[in-house]
């Protein structure tokens, strides 16, 4: 690939990059006492915390293509932003932004390439009182914004805006955590050129120690409704939040298997590698 291309393919993304991240540095409240590695631990395994987080999640997945051939690195850069927009409520922004690298691909002639999938851009609106019973909740739109247009290989995403509602439950208490969440998304618009019409399914549970290490295991399964077709991603983790100097992260490790899908998706084993940067206020 001729150098100047490769610096238009990466200027759009470190852009969006750029931007995400200011926006969470520039949110972070400097008051307040830190929060106990263990109390950050069980705030991570809930989508709709009161903390800002900068997840940059790795991971690597193989055995795409009818032949198994294909192989790809995902990057998900994933900023979360709570707002508080009233006494009683909160806005949760949680943003997905995909950077790939691909090799052996028919499309991209069996080399190797870099691309852009679809940004997932998800609005929880979440009450700050627990309710009555102790369960967590949060419900909204979702967007899908089609940075894979900008690639000219079809397999980093449907490169088609869409959007509709998510929603999130989930319930703390002993250091479990346990809950789903749910997202179902369509075309904008009556003119396009890939249907999209996906519901994705996320059931977690997780348990997290004194000493901060917590266990996950969750699905992120999404059911095609026009192919009628499932993806079924089995994800199991350890993470553990430490302190370096005065920043708190996480670093998680994972394994991942795909136990359904299409001859198009990747099959068998993967590898998940997680560091998320913590704001606690």
């Known amino acids: ?76 850069i994933q900023p979360v932003i709570p707002f508080s927009i009233s006494a009683n409520w909160n806005l949760i922004s949680r943003t997905i932004v995909p950077l790939k690298w691909s090799n052996d691909f028919p499309a991209a002639d069996f080399g190797s390439d870099f691309g852009y999938g679809d940004i997932v851009q998800s609005f929880f609106f979440s009450p700050k009182p627990l309710a009555a019973n102790g369960w967590i909740w949060g419900a909204g739109p979702v967007f899908v914004l089609p940075l894979s247009r900008a690639n000219d290989e079809p397999f980093y995403g449907a490169g088609e805006w869409s959007g509709g509602l998510t929603a999130v439950a989930l319930k703390q208490q002993n250091g479990w955590t346990y809950g789903g969440l749910i997202n179902h998304v369509a075309n904008f618009g009556a003119s396009h050129d890939v249907d999209i019409n996906a519901t994705f399914l996320q059931p977690f549970v997780a348990f997290t120690t004194p000493q901060a290490w917590t266990f996950a295991l969750n699905t992120e399964s999404t059911y095609d409704w026009g192919a009628k077709q499932w993806i079924v991603p089995i994800n199991a983790s350890f993470s553990k939040v430490v302190t370096i100097g005065s920043q708190a992260v996480s670093f998680q490790l994972g394994a991942r298997y795909h136990a359904d899908g299409p001859d198009s998706a990747p099959e068998g084993w993967g590898l998940r590698f997680n560091t998320t940067f913590l704001f606690p206020k």
Request: glycine share 6%.
């Open 1 to 76: 690939m001729p150098v100047g291309d490769l610096r238009r393919r990466f200027h759009m993304p470190t852009l969006v990059v750029f931007f995400m991240c200011a926006s969470a540095f520039a949110a972070v409240s400097q008051e307040g006492d830190a929060e106990s590695a263990a109390d950050l631990g069980m705030a991570l395994n809930n989508p709709v915390a009161d903390l800002i987080s900068v997840p940059l999640q790795f991971n690597f997945d193989q055995n795409h293509n009818p032949d198994d051939s294909g192989k790809i690195t995902t990057l998900n």
